[in-house]
């Protein structure tokens, strides 16, 4: 029985949607038991069969675009343009890796007496701990590898945001993904989460979320050598030299940053600017930042929503000293837990605007001497999981991105993922890397076979 119901709320309008069961450790622990029972069956499916069933998840979820869409804008607030791109990517996250379970060959290496191979095999049953601000895409970088690699997997979405991780359970049971191998449970990440992390049959978790949870995990995950990849926090940088097209620079920015209403651990929420085009990008980020357009976000022309809770937004008003606002954006007043795009200057990097993740619209910018201050100010960060470059000079262009310690860095772009490309974090921003052609591996141990030939 579950240990009691909790309520999800649309942030938009502090509407409550439903109500969703909070599962207890002893129904974690049976929800395990079913997975490692399945996995003996799951493992020996035939690729090409596993393949087509991940392939036909993949077109059943594109079936429903517009249905998980519109359950992520009411449980989220994402504006009904991302959540449409997020359901699309989760179709095309379990299209890409159906691709790579007929493709998950070993090697035959050369020895003396006899020969040599290696087997890839899943590692049994694989933990998914999802946080509220992609509830789709970061749950689909988990499960569509793991499912593809013969893992089964146990999804746990946040307390906030568990609806469209439910109904995309459901569309992997009605085009026959068996109901063991992919199982969703609800509940808070103290109990349900905690439960996973510390059962010894579930052999990996992923985690995406906090830097103090993820560190927590796997501190627990050792005690049983198990495998986690962490996708953690992020303070990234933008950084602006002045022979960059300043226009486009400034016109995107606000995007870099401000997208899902900063809650997103790749927003550059630190903008770094060559001090000799400071007041000319200044100038245009600032029209740019009152253009943007931050309202109910079930407007097709909607582009920044709501933060996911009242506590939320706390946290991120608590960053704010408005003695050093140089401007703001808009946002709706009345119900809904709306905050202004907030931008601040003259912030000391000793500063916890500058060191710390708001996970809000708040970004800072300062001014910079020389590419090697640009480095080192982008540097000074316990984080490195994005960040961009803009500018003219291919050369340095390349120099100041092996300069950066971070995972994904993109140059006169802000964009950090794509389902074909390595994803993850240097430093404190995590643990091994998500998507890209090698993510089906992470789910997989390598076993090498020798073979006496003189015998
Ligand atoms: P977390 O507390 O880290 O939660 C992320 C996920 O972990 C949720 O599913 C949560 O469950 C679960 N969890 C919490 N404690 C756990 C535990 N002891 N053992 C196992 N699982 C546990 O993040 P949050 O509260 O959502 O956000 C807090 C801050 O984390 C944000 O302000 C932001 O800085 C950062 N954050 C970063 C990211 C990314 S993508 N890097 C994403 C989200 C948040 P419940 O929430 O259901 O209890």
Redesign the pocket.
């Known amino acids: 029985m579950p240990i009691g119901m909790f309520e999800v709320i649309n942030p938009s309008n502090e509407q409550v949607l439903r109500e969703v069961a909070a599962h207890s450790e002893a129904e974690t622990f049976e929800v395990i038991t079913r997975a490692s029972d399945a996995f003996s069956r799951w493992r020996k499916v035939a690729p090409g069969q596993r393949a087509n069933l991940l392939r036909a998840f993949a077109d059943n979820v594109g079936r429903h675009i517009e249905e998980l869409a519109l359950l992520e804008v009411a449980n989220s607030g994402h504006t009904l343009t991302n959540a449409r791109w997020e359901a699309g990517n989760v179709r095309d996250v379990l299209n890409y890796y159906a691709g790579s379970v007929e493709r998950l060959t070993g090697k035959q290496i050369p020895v003396a007496n006899g020969i040599d191979i290696t087997f890839k095999e899943p590692i049994g049953v694989v933990g998914i701990?999802?946080?509220?601000?992609?509830p789709m895409p970061?749950a689909s970088w988990g499960f569509a590898p793991a499912l593809a690699a013969g893992c089964t997997v146990v999804l746990?979405?946040?307390?906030?945001t568990p609806l469209t991780a439910m109904r995309i359970a459901e569309l992997a049971y009605e085009v026959g993904i068996p109901h063991d191998v992919f199982q969703v449970i609800t509940?808070?990440?103290?109990v349900?989460?905690?439960a996973?992390?510390h059962d010894d049959r579930v052999r990996k978790i992923v985690?995406?979320?906090?830097?103090?949870?993820?560190i927590?995990?796997q501190r627990a995950a050792a005690k049983q050598v198990k495998r986690v990849t962490l996708?953690?926090?992020?303070k990234s940088a933008n950084i602006v030299f002045k022979d960059a097209d300043l226009e486009k620079a400034a016109a995107s920015a606000p995007y870099a940053v401000f997208d899902n209403a900063g809650?997103?651990?790749c927003a550059r929420s630190r903008i770094l600017v060559e001090k000799s085009a400071y007041d000319d990008f200044l100038n245009l980020f600032s029209d740019a930042v009152k253009k943007l357009r931050v309202k109910d976000p079930l407007s097709e022309d909607s582009e920044m929503g709501p933060l996911i809770s009242a506590f939320?937004r706390e946290?991120v008003a608590s960053f704010v000293d408005e003695s050093l606002v140089l401007f703001k954006g808009s946002a709706p007043t009345g119900k809904g837990f709306w905050y202004p795009p907030t931008v601040l200057g003259g912030v000391n990097p000793g500063h916890r605007l500058f060191r710390d993740?708001?996970?809000g619209p708040v970004v800072t910018v300062t001014a910079f001497e020389s590419e090697s201050e640009a480095i080192s100010l982008a540097n000074d960060s316990d984080y490195g999981?994005s960040g961009s470059i803009w500018t003219s000079n291919l050369g340095k262009a390349i120099r100041v991105a092996q300069g950066i310690e971070s995972g994904n860095l993109s140059v006169n772009s802000n964009s950090s993922v794509r389902y074909s490309t390595p994803f993850g974090g240097y430093k404190r921003?995590g643990l091994g890397r998500e998507l890209g052609p090698d993510a089906t591996d992470s789910f997989c141990e390598i076993k090498n076979v020798f073979i006496n030939t003189e015998i």
């Open positions: 701990i999802v946080p509220w601000n992609f970061i746990k979405p946040a307390e906030a509940g808070s990440g103290r349900v989460g905690e996973l992390v985690f995406t979320g906090s830097t103090e949870v993820g927590h995990i996708e953690l926090g992020g809650q997103d651990c939320h946290s993740e708001v996970f999981l921003s």
